[in-house]
């Protein structure tokens, strides 16, 4: 199971980016998410007049280490980690390890 998916809100724990907030777009393989507005990269993109792209310099969103980053916990309003527990029902859960609350998302 995976403790952190598309949608989570997360917060940037290391890196240039520390302390940054955002939601994750994508992951793009088991150990890089894609966070809007964290990592951003000064691209130069070649004009395309077929696609109808305009040429210049774009700011790009990269892919960040899992670990990285970390889940933000609103009932404490700080990052915290994640674990996983089964309900009596069989169901695998995600929860935050500081307050033991279900991770809703």
Known sequence: MEKIRKGDEIVVITGKDKGKRG???RRVDD???LVEGVNRAKKHVKPNPVKGVAGG???KDMPIHISNVALFNPATKK???VGIKALEDGRKVRVFKSNG???NA
Do not use: Q
């Open 57 to 59: 310099i774009v700011d």
């Open 23 to 25: 939601t994750v777009l």
């Open 79 to 81: 990052a915290d980690r």
């Open 101 to 103: 609350e279900l991770v």
């Open 31 to 33: 150990e890089h998410v």
